[in-house]
């Protein structure tokens, strides 16, 4: 037993650590200092993530093999990390007013749990330790979903999230005992060596990619995401759509990877459909939403769609393109859940129609939506096109004819999602409104978290660095 | 920096000078001074470049400049230019410059106009500069979504649906691209060495033929959907009809002719083998274009209309010459996007300038404006001869060179589709003076305009300009077939070695 | 003869746990539903004792049947009505649980039917100790579970922050 | 003779000058500065004849020069267009008939446009045609002549189109350029063919000895037809357009909606001969293509029988004019046709007789045009019945007009009776079929000639609002001058100086030929006279005994309407719209579709998002199940 | 004789599968999440069984098991205080309720 391997895992430790500072500060600090809380959280985790990304860390394999941690894995939760600073910052605001004051402690603290929850998934090398941080990442959330608790919208999505997590989580258990009983082992390695195809062993990966269908929001395992990002506050939605499904994505293609590579026809060929319906579906369903949460929950599906081309790849480029397309996701969809976000505030409006005129009123905002709608959509120079061209790029490079095929289906689909994309700036810019939403006085942090993510759309494609450092990290 | 950065830089200076611009004079300002400032340099790449050849640099490409950007995927931002580049170059400047004049009382928002009418410019600029197929294609993009807001927002008529239109079937043109790039890339090369740069892949010339086959088609419709190419050509009504006037000059001159130029610079260059294939399916696609477009035009009764429909004529027989591979054909294609480039944009600056003034664009409800407006009628006069292809101007020099090239081969094929081409030629005229005998000619059709005023300052600027231009190539057309050839014939040979 | 003994036990546990979780699901009742829960609980427990794991029938028993039983009681307690705490399926609904059900039963049964499985090694009565159990929960070499054992706390006080949370008051 | 670039240059600056700054300028110094440019012109391309045909003759032959002749545009190595001067026999006729002409024109326009609103603007598209006309007769290659033909053609658009606010001259300028254009292609296809299989534009090497036309062609045929013939066959239908021919000729009599001078310089004397100037230059070559130069003959022949008959009953003298003009240009196309050889005394006749038509007809023309100019200017109008006995008010009109009336009818001394008399002498050289065939037109012309003259100067006085008035000077000069030309033009020795082989050739007046001729010429004037020189009922009982000839001959025998059918009921109709339809309605409804097909797809798909956590389980789990039997019965 | 694992796992497929039942057709959020334990219990028992019988090496299904319970007890917690949350604010607590937030 030798417990100095906890002190292997930086990451966590540091991140546990902020929990814990902050949990202490939240519980004993006088209540005049709570207002600090929100620049605490957002102070220490940055702390951490600078730690994270100029500690020194060694590729590590502890536990018995049961965790790893390397370069890849740190950079995935530094992106991760990033995120969450943003959704803090833009929480900033929210946490302010009056009925989330007395929860703010425990939003934080939830929400850095889930956070490293989502660390052991990306780390484990283990079904149990996987599925305990897949649990740790979503049964907290569910507190998050239900935050707001007095109103309707708040508690229907949590119960629907927590019922539809615990159901593909049970059902995902069912997949990983059927892979215990065909491999032996819960070890990925064990069963990358042990995996022998058969119906059970089809069966139990179908049943696993369902379990993580669930996370990601993939068709047809997508249905709870517009009821409950429509229903949660925007700030847990934005961190459930960007984080959440970021780690989800990471962690699944590790799986796949590691734990399925040898039997990876069967989940290349099952992602295959999964990835064209997720896009279609989710575009389709898109197009007819007026409610911007929605729009964007099902705009998250097809995006979602998008990120697995990554892992369709299995490769460096692919598993870059991947970590690349989730940070610039992240930037893109919390910039539009920002401006969003603080819409919804200032004037309780939430339909795409509402924003008709925006442009008069709030230049400002209008063009930061803009730009987060053109990154969405692919458009440069912003940074959405490069994710996008790099995730395509990753995927044909296997080379089959099948790739080229679900790389074109996945380009036509682009239009479809462009022309959703493009319902918001024409109600923005195009249209006029006898009432448009009042010029919005924007707090500070709202105002840095535009800038910020703004300001990402626009360098993180263009500033090749970013994606050198990630390939760098992953290779 | 490379001399050709400055067309990137330059703009995006602009843009940060209209960030920060004020007053309506400031911004004008701004975007004069800019637009003058890419003029002058793009006549002074055109000397440089000539020098250059005239001191026997025998380059593909000149003015070369390399940096990596994506390491870990072969991308470079490369830019170099050759004759066909740098025509291009001086054509989109002489039109963006003509084209902030157009706009100069532009309303609303006119800050928000310059700097997307400039974003869009630097889309053209550096699509035309690039030589790695990302940053081309990433330069192409940049270029077309700009459209979307500048006709939703300072559009007319059924703006929304026209503009929407257009940018979908731009960006489904653009998803085919995507797709023959990323296939043009992984094939790049025998020896696992990809690469994006245009000319490394010319140079290993590693495409399979199989591959070749299914690439050309991705491609050339791609780019083909921005070239007008029929059926894809649909968004060009609706778009420019409801594109205000600055934009219709800037679409349908120099973004029409990022189609054409990249059928030419990525299509065919790359992939000569499939071309040979596979041309006999785009020498009737164009050829019908070349033919429909005119017959369309004929019965339109928006002036926009048949504008855009001739330029589905016009620019198919861009693409119906470039087809025709050989040297001089290529260069006709070369001259003709030049030409219609200058004369559509002086055709839709005069269009907007009638509309500004009559508020209609229907044909049946105008009638002698040349009475009225005799500068703007002169000049509408000249555009229209200079579409139908009078000597002197820039549409003769190109078509003729279209023609004859075009008339060196001698199979039954490509003759029945020339001489079909050909025959445009009347229906030009047909709908041209059609146009001009309607509108300018005749009685006064509707008093209300009888008080309307001619031309302002900047109109005339910005009109003559364009004249200038059109005639400049259509009086000496020497210069600018000198300075396309030699590049031409480089992608020329290289296809009609697959015959 | 202990081993029919044991056959025959396994036989009982079998049916009433398929008995009783069919019960479960299709009674009316919402208090009897969570007994039949029980009862399910209890034979799964009994099937681990049955198997020789002791520590796991001893934990079955006591956060399922003592723990979350408990709870479900007084949580129906609390939301139910006397009068109304029976329903009706909907017969549209029935279809869909049904389909779904069997669907997921045949493809399931399929699938482990054909699946050719390793030889058994199972071995009557080898007993795991209580101190093979804590070794392992708290070792960290590979199959030792110190880890999620940690992680698993961070994951119940995440569960006791949220759950408070959201059941206080305010 | 470097400075022959003048002729050239100095029109065209001319012409930049009075479009950009002519509304800053007085008319009268536009007048004066275009006519003064003019007179400067005149006196050069006079200088050139005199200094060109001074020239001592090489071998027996006029040389060609070519002073200038630099590369304008290249389109392959071989092929070039370049611009330049080529002066021999025949261009440098036609630019003494060019300025000539023009000239005069110039000084007539002074008073006939006085005060007209677009004075400056007339002068200088006057000075862009004869820049044009200038640029298409020296042409040093076919390309170099088909770009002046065009820059000709636009021109003539802007001047028949001069009244632009007047409707009918917007459509006649529009028809005037639409047909011509079309006739163009013909012309354009055939350079491109002819120009395929030679290699080169070049008049010298297509017309240079040897056969190298014939040579590079051999072997390619097209519908049982040489490629040869064919080419040859579409240039001849460009200058069939420019010059009129049937059935290209429908656009000529509607010219005449420009003023009067504009159709006496465009559509009389100059540009309609272009087509005849092309044939003449490209003649070796359709020398060795003979089918063609039968096709020309019948083409002319029955343009002239058919432009006299139709000119006989029309009654806008202008009109009378235009078919007039028509008939005579078949005329020249004719004696080209008739040609069966390379020299004059050998059935080569029928090129001097047609090149020494086209001068003689350029003079008498002009003034004919201008003559009625002067009677329209007077009485404001064109149609005869306003006319009559004006010969007592218009007394120098009345007889310039009855010299060139005489020349046209082809009586001696007049200059129309040699040239005529050469071309009856080349067609009955070639059969007697074509000699009686074209003597008969030649009567119908003296016929109608009169029948016109005695319309304007004798007859029935009409009533005029105010007494009709001789013109002012700038107008009568002129017609002096081009009524002495008339007279005497007949006896320059032609042969001497234009032939088809450059040798020189004496005329000789065939004596059965022109007693023929004139003999019928005569009597057709006779006839006229006793129909028309006084008021009488005569004219009408003949249209009443021939009705349908007389029906069909005004209107024509209809041809416009047939154009109207062709341009109206098929292109429009029948084409356009059924393409514009076809590209709304098909094209564009199918990329429509797919947006319609993606929002209906939409649609249907939102019963899966019922809101019922339930059934979204559902879906989860029977879509799970339905993957996993999928991918089991790929895989096992 | 040993008993066939197979039996111990079509009872907890069967197990499995009426939860599935019982959560798609329960109306009680109290039922669907009866079912949910249902399901998850069915689950523990093929870990358990696995290990027993095929790979007694180590106890990795074992283990798996252990922690599932106490998954399962976490996510009842906070079920149930959802649940107590929706009721206390509608005084309901049927699933057909939660529908306001679709198409």
């Known amino acids: 037993m030798n417990y100095a391997e906890f002190l292997g895992m930086g990451a966590e430790m540091t991140l546990m650590v902020v929990i814990i500072l902050l949990f202490i500060y939240d519980t004993f600090a006088p209540s005049k200092c709570g207002k600090y809380l929100p620049i605490t959280a957002i102070t220490l985790l940055g702390i951490q993530t600078l730690y994270l990304a100029f500690g020194n860390f060694a590729d590590v394999s502890l536990f018995g093999g049961m965790y790893i941690s390397g370069s890849a894995e740190q950079v995935a939760k530094i992106i991760l990390n990033i995120g969450t600073i943003l959704v803090f910052i833009q929480a900033a605001s929210w946490v302010k007013d009056g009925d989330m004051q007395i929860r703010r402690g425990e939003y934080y603290v939830l929400t850095l749990i889930t956070l490293l929850g989502m660390y052991f998934m990306m780390s484990a090398q283990n079904f149990l330790l996987f599925f305990l941080g897949l649990e740790t990442a979503s049964l907290p959330m569910t507190a998050l979903v239900a935050i707001e608790k007095y109103k309707q919208n708040s508690y229907e999505a949590a119960a629907k999230y927590l019922f539809f997590a615990v159901f593909s989580s049970a059902l995902m258990l069912l997949g990983m005992s059927y892979i215990y009983g065909v491999t032996g082992t819960l070890y990925y390695n064990g069963i990358l060596s042990n995996i022998t195809a058969s119906p059970l062993t089809i069966l139990a990966v179908v049943l696993f990619i369902a379990g993580m269908g669930f996370k990601l929001s993939l068709v047809p395992f997508h249905l709870w995401t517009a009821d409950v990002y429509q229903g949660a506050p925007t700030v847990v939605t934005s961190y459930l759509s960007v984080i959440s499904k970021g780690a989800a994505a990471y962690a699944f293609m590790m799986v796949l990877k590691d734990a399925f590579g040898t039997a990876d026809l069967v989940w290349l060929t099952v992602m295959y459909a999964i990835i064209i319906l997720t896009i279609t579906v989710g575009n389709l369903f898109a197009i007819r939403q007026q409610n911007i949460k929605r729009f964007l929950a099902f705009s998250s599906i097809s995006q979602a769609g998008y990120i697995m081309l990554g892992i369709m790849a299995c490769n460096a480029h692919g598993a870059t393109s991947l970590l690349y397309y989730v940070l610039v996701y992240i930037f893109s969809n919390i910039a539009a859940f920002a401006v969003a976000g603080a819409i919804e505030r200032a004037s309780g409006k939430l339909n795409i129609s509402d924003y008709d005129g925006l442009y008069k009123t709030n230049p400002k905002l209008s063009v930061a939506m803009m730009l987060a709608m053109f990154s969405l959509a692919g458009i440069p120079p912003f940074a959405g096109f490069f994710s996008k061209f790099f995730i395509f790029y990753s995927a044909i490079e296997t080379g089959t004819t099948g790739m080229y095929i679900l790389v074109f289906i996945a380009l036509l689909n682009t239009i479809i999602s462009l022309y959703y994309y493009l319902l918001v700036v024409k109600a923005m810019f195009l249209k006029d409104s006898e009432a448009p939403i009042a010029t919005i006085k924007s707090d500070g942090y709202t105002k840095a978290v535009v800038f910020i993510t703004v300001a990402g759309i626009i360098l993180l494609g263009l500033v090749s660095w970013v994606y050198d450092y990630i390939y760098g990290m992953v290779i | ?499 | 003869m202990e081993n029919i003994g044991n056959e025959v036990i396994f036989y009982i546990i079998a049916a009433v746990m398929l008995i009783f979780s069919v019960m479960t699901v299709t009674t009316k009742h919402l208090l009897r539903s969570a007994t039949y829960l029980l009862f399910v609980l209890f034979g799964t427990a009994a099937l681990y004792f049955q198997l020789d794991y002791h520590f796991l029938g001893a934990v079955q028993v006591a956060v399922y049947a003592g723990g979350i039983v408990v709870l479900f009681v007084f949580s129906i307690l609390l939301t139910q009505g006397l009068g109304q705490n029976k329903e009706k399926i909907k017969s549209s609904k029935l279809v869909l649980a049904l389909s779904a059900a069997i669907l997921g039963a045949v493809v399931c049964g399929y699938s482990l039917f054909t699946h050719i499985f390793p030889a058994s090694r199972y071995a009557m009565g080898e007993e795991i100790t209580m101190k093979t159990v804590g070794q392992v929960l708290l070792g960290s070499e590979r199959y030792q579970y110190v880890l999620p054992f940690e992680l698993i706390s961070v994951l119940l006080l995440a569960c006791i922050i949220g759950g408070i949370m959201i059941a206080r008051k305010r | 003779m470097d400075y022959s670039i003048v002729i050239l240059a100095l029109p065209f600056l001319m012409f930049l000058t009075l479009a950009l700054a002519g509304n800053k300028m007085s008319q009268k110094f536009a007048g004066l500065l275009g006519t003064t440019g003019l007179l400067v012109i005149t006196i050069l391309s006079y200088m050139v004849t005199f200094q060109y045909f001074g020239m001592p003759r090489v071998e027996g032959v006029r040389e060609a020069l070519m002073p200038y002749n630099f590369e304008w545009l290249s389109f392959t190595d071989k092929l070039t267009i370049n611009l330049g001067i080529l002066l021999d026999p025949i261009s440098v006729m036609m630019l003494v008939v060019i300025t000539t002409v023009s000239l005069m024109v110039h000084i007539y326009s002074m008073g006939y446009m006085h005060g007209e609103k677009g004075f400056q603007r007339y002068y200088a598209f006057l000075s862009l045609f004869t820049f044009s006309m200038l640029g298409l007769v020296v042409a040093t290659n076919i390309f170099q002549m088909y770009i002046f033909w065009e820059l000709v053609g636009v021109s003539s658009y802007l001047l028949i189109g001069f009244y632009y606010t007047k409707p009918a001259a917007v459509s006649a300028s529009k028809k005037a350029f639409i047909v011509t254009r079309f006739a163009d292609l013909g012309f354009l296809i055939g350079i491109l063919l002819l120009s395929f299989y030679t290699e080169t534009f070049s008049f010298d090497q297509l017309t240079a000895e040897g056969g190298f036309f014939l040579t590079s062609t051999s072997g390619a045929t097209f519908m049982g037809c040489s490629v040869a013939s064919w080419a040859m066959a579409l240039i001849f239908m460009g200058g069939a357009g420019k010059s009129a021919m049937f059935p290209l000729h429908i656009w000529l009599p509607d010219a005449m909606e420009g003023p009067t001078p504009v159709s006496a310089l465009i559509h009389a004397a100059t540009m309609v001969v272009a087509g005849v100037y092309l044939v003449a230059r490209l003649f070796p070559v359709y020398l060795s293509v003979p089918d063609v130069l039968e096709l020309i003959t019948w083409v002319g022949a029955i343009t002239a029988l058919y432009a006299a008959i139709v000119a006989c009953v029309q009654s806008d003298i202008k009109r009378v004019l235009a078919f007039s003009t028509i008939s005579q240009i078949a005329f020249m196309m004719v004696a080209l046709g008739v040609c069966t050889s390379m020299i004059p005394g050998e059935g080569g006749l029928g090129y001097m007789a047609s090149m020494f038509h086209l001068f003689t007809h350029a003079m008498f023309k002009a003034l004919l045009f201008l003559g009625a100019g002067a009677v329209i200017h007077a009485v404001h109008s064109n149609e005869m019945s306003d006319m009559g006995g004006l010969r007592k008010y218009l007394p120098i009109t009345h007889i310039t007009f009855l010299i060139a009336c005489l020349a046209i009818a082809g009586i001696p001394p007049f200059s129309g009776f040699f040239s005529k008399d050469e071309i009856l002498a080349a067609a009955f050289n070639k059969s007697t079929f074509w000699g009686v065939w074209m003597t008969v037109v030649a009567a119908i012309t003296a016929f109608y000639m009169f029948r016109l003259y005695f319309g304007i100067f004798w007859g029935k006085e009409a009533k005029h609002e105010h007494t009709p008035h001789e013109s002012p000077a700038t107008m009568t000069v002129p017609l002096i001058i081009l009524a002495v030309v008339t007279c005497v033009a007949g006896f320059i020795p032609f042969g001497e100086f234009v032939t088809s082989n450059g040798t020189a050739y004496h005329i000789h007046i065939d004596p059965v030929v022109a007693t023929t001729s004139v003999v019928c010429a005569v009597v057709a004037i006779l006839l006229a006279t006793w129909l028309f020189a006084k008021p009488n009922t005569k004219p009408e009982k003949m249209q009443a005994a021939l009705p349908k000839l007389h029906k069909w001959a005004y209107n024509r025998f209809y041809m416009d309407n047939v154009y109207q059918y062709i341009t109206h009921k098929i292109i429009f109709a029948r084409i356009s719209k059924p393409i514009a339809w076809f590209d709304r309605h098909i094209i564009d409804a199918t990329m429509d579709m797919f947006a319609t097909v993606t929002n209906v797809a939409a649609d249907k798909i939102k019963g899966f998002q019922s809101g019922k956590l339930q059934s979204y389980v559902w879906v989860y789990i029977v879509g799970a199940m339905v993957i996993a039997v999928a991918a089991m019965l790929i895989f096992i | 004789m040993e008993i066939p694992f197979i039996y111990y796992l079509i009872v907890s497929g069967v197990m499995f599968f009426a939860g599935v039942y019982g959560f798609i057709a329960r109306r009680n959020m109290l039922a669907i999440l009866i079912s949910l334990e249902l399901m998850l219990n069915a689950v523990d028992i093929n870990f358990a069984v696995f290990n027993r019988y095929l790979y007694p090496g180590a106890m990795e299904g074992f283990f798996f098991t252990l922690f599932a319970i106490a998954i399962a007890a976490a996510e009842t917690a906070i079920a149930i205080a959802i649940i107590i949350n929706i009721y206390r604010n509608i005084k309901n607590i049927k699933s057909d309720n939660l529908d306001k937030m679709k198409n």
């Open chain 2, 1 to 499: 920096m490379s001399i050709l950065s400055i067309f990137v830089v330059i703009p995006i200076l602009m843009m940060g000078g209209l960030f920060l611009s004020k007053s309506m004079t400031q911004i004008r300002t701004v975007a004069t001074v800019g637009s003058a400032l890419q003029l002058i340099a793009s006549i002074v790449l055109v000397v440089l470049f000539c020098g250059e050849r005239a001191a026997g640099n025998t380059a593909e490409m000149l003015f070369m400049a390399d940096h990596v950007w994506f390491e870990p995927l072969n991308i470079h931002y490369a830019v170099g230019v050759d004759g066909v580049s740098v025509a291009m170059i001086l054509l989109s400047a002489i039109i963006v410059f003509a084209g902030v004049f157009a706009s100069w009382k532009i309303n609303p928002l006119p800050k928000e106009f310059f700097l997307w009418l400039i974003l869009l410019s630097i889309g053209v600029y550096g699509f035309f500069i690039s030589i790695d197929l990302f940053t081309m294609f990433m330069f192409y993009e940049v270029a077309l979504i700009p459209m979307y807001l500048l006709i939703g927002i300072w559009g007319s008529g059924k703006k929304y649906y026209s503009a929407m239109k257009l940018t979908l079937m731009l960006m489904g043109g653009s998803a085919l691209l995507m797709l023959g790039i990323l296939g043009i890339y992984f094939n790049s090369s025998v020896d696992g060495n990809l690469t994006m740069n245009i000319l490394e892949i010319a140079k290993n010339n590693a495409i399979p033929e199989s591959m070749q086959n299914i690439l050309f088609p991705l491609t050339f419709v791609g780019f083909g959907v921005l070239g007008a190419m029929f059926p894809f050509h649909t968004w060009s009504p609706d778009g420019h009809a409801s594109a205000p006037t600055a934009v219709s000059m800037l679409h349908a001159g120099v973004l029409m002719k990022l189609g054409g130029y990249g059928c030419f610079r990525v299509a065919m260059y790359l992939m000569p083998y499939a071309t040979v294939e596979l041309s006999w399916i785009f020498l009737i696609l164009t050829g019908i274009s070349v033919f429909y477009g005119a017959y369309s035009a004929c019965v339109q009764t928006d002036l926009k209309y048949i504008n855009a429909y001739s330029s589905v004529s016009h620019c198919g027989l861009v693409l119906f010459a470039l087809l025709m591979w050989n040297t001089t054909a290529m260069t006709g294609a070369i001259m003709q996007m030049l030409s219609h480039g200058l004369m559509t944009a002086l055709f839709f600056a005069l269009i907007g300038m009638i509309y500004g003034r009559t508020h209609t664009r229907d044909i049946r409800e105008m009638g002698g404006l040349m009475k009225i407006m005799p500068f703007l009628s002169v000049c509408y006069v000249i555009a229209g001869l200079a579409s139908l292809g009078l000597p002197g101007l820039s549409g003769f020099v190109a078509e003729m060179t279209v023609f004859v090239g075009a008339f060196q081969w001698d199979d039954t094929f490509r003759r029945v589709f020339t001489i079909l081409a050909c025959t445009s030629i009347v229906i030009t005229a047909v709908y041209i003076l059609r146009v001009v005998g309607k509108i300018l000619y005749g009685p006064v059709q509707d008093e209300h305009h009888a008080t309307l005023t001619d031309a302002v300052w900047y109109e005339k600027f910005s009109t003559i300009t364009l004249i200038i231009a059109v005639a400049g190539i259509g009086m000496l057309p020497l210069w600018v077939s000198d300075l396309l050839r030699d590049s031409i014939s480089v992608i020329s040979e290289r296809i009609l070695q697959y015959i």
